[in-house]
């Protein structure tokens, strides 16, 4: 090949190392990376000037929670705040999800029980703790009803907009090929919404953690909510933002696991 041949393809060739490091500085996983250390740093800076006597440093904090995890005490705590968690949740997916879908394929269904989970979901959720105290004491029951009117709105409601806007085109189609009702539901409508439903699911799994917290702090000082309130009173505040920050920890990875599992069952199209 003669130089002329390769002048043009020169320039190419020395661009190719900038957009690799261009295409690796916008990298997902970069960007994320960049953020969590913008993040820590600030929260480092932030404990150094101080900014609260009552706020400690990220090391500090560290320090703390290795301290917790060395003890056993962080292990205990969220095997109790895991119980009604777990319960919770697995009440506000089943009923959640079959609510929607009812309320999405039967209008009187949703004219009936729609407006309950949409003054739910705008209501301060957390004002009830005490009533569901009174009603149901001080157990396990009242930590369960915390997490579950928590988290029903949302899955409820998200349910019912995905299987409300399956697409037209998708249900004349089926109907042309004389699909039963049945087939259309199990073949055409749950498919399309589903995608939307693991949306409303990880919403409503953030509230789960959002709810037990709340009902280990108002309702009986248990699990998490413990280490927070006891640390919190003997002035301990790196064991009280490493318990903070270890269920924010879990929760993040409870989430980023569903959203792997939505994608790896319903959009093909985003697995590379």
């Avoid at 190419?12 to 913008?38: E, K």
């Avoid at 319960?87 to 506000?92: C, E, V």
């Avoid at 089943?94 to 407006?115: F, K, N, R, T, Y």
């Avoid at 019912?160 to 073949?187: D, H, K, W, Y």
């Amino acid at each position: 090949m003669q130089t002329s041949e390769l002048a043009p393809a020169l320039p190419a060739l020395r661009q190719t190392p900038a957009r690799n490091w261009r295409d690796l500085a916008i990298h997902p996983l970069v960007l994320r990376l960049v953020s969590f250390s913008i993040a820590l740093a600030l929260w480092e800076y932030a404990g150094r000037i101080p900014l609260s006597p009552a706020f400690p440093t990220f090391l500090e904090t560290l320090a703390g929670l290795g301290s917790l995890i060395a003890d056993g005490s962080l292990f205990k705590a969220f095997m109790i705040t895991l119980h009604p968690l777990v319960i919770g949740l697995a009440i506000s997916v089943v009923l959640g999800v079959g609510l929607g879908v009812l309320m999405g394929l039967h209008q009187p269904s949703e004219w009936l029980i729609a407006p309950l989970f949409i003054i739910a979901q705008a209501a301060p959720l957390a004002a009830l703790i005490p009533i569901l105290t009174f009603a149901y004491g001080i157990g396990l029951t009242a930590k369960i009803m915390t997490v579950c009117i928590m988290a029903m709105p949302v899955i409820v409601l998200n349910t019912l907009g995905a299987v409300r806007n399956t697409p037209q085109s998708l249900l004349e189609m089926s109907r042309s090929f004389l699909a039963t009702r049945s087939q259309c539901i199990r073949l055409v409508i749950l498919p399309a919404a589903s995608p939307m439903i693991f949306a409303g699911l990880r919403l409503g799994c953030a509230a789960a953690f959002i709810g037990v917290i709340l009902a280990e702090l108002l309702i009986t000082p248990t699990g998490i909510g413990d280490l927070i309130s006891y640390n919190q009173s003997v002035a301990d505040y790196p064991k009280m933002y490493a318990a903070i920050l270890s269920i924010i920890l879990f929760s993040v990875l409870f989430i980023e696991a569903l959203e792997r599992i939505e994608h790896t069952l319903f959009r093909p199209e985003t697995r590379a």
